[in-house]
């Protein structure tokens, strides 16, 4: 488990919901004028823009959106539970119930750059338990 896991299950969901959508509403805010901010000071290689090199996403492309559904996440289940939706440079930036016409829309917006498109579950995290049978020797 990942330590933005572990913040939300140990510190924010224990709180009540209205505590949880300021922290996100607040955290949100702090995070947009950083991104803001830093966009103008980083080095051309490392700017948002270029996020894909030798046909891969970068790891810090793939973070950022995660970290952003994870803290929109109360306030997607508010407006968009049983929608798809799709993050990109940190922000919301589209929403469909249907999931492919999202894809299509946003393949075509962003060909080149990493968008998160996610189903808003409950849970924001699927946990999978996979059961794996264990084989034991008949002779014995």
């Given amino acids: 488990m990942g330590i933005v896991e572990r913040i939300d299950r140990d510190w924010i969901q224990p709180l009540p919901l209205q505590q949880q ?53 109360p306030l997607l289940l508010e407006k968009y539970l049983g929608e798809h939706i799709a993050i990109h440079g940190g922000e919301l930036v589209d929403h469909d119930a249907d999931g492919v016409a999202l894809s299509q829309r946003i393949y075509a917006r962003f060909p080149e750059e990493f968008v998160w498109i996610a189903p808003v579950k409950l849970q924001p995290v699927e946990e999978w338990v996979v059961r794996s049978p264990r084989f034991e020797s008949l002779a014995g």
Avoid: M
């Avoid at 955290?27 to 270029?50: A, C, D, G, M, Y």
């Fill in 21 to 73: 959508l300021e922290l996100v509403a607040t955290i949100s805010q702090r995070l947009t004028v950083i991104l803001k901010k830093e966009q103008s000071t980083i080095e051309q290689p490392h700017q948002i823009q270029n996020e894909v090199k030798n046909g891969e996403f970068s790891d810090e492309a793939v973070e950022r959106e995660k970290l952003t559904y994870l803290a929109l996440h």
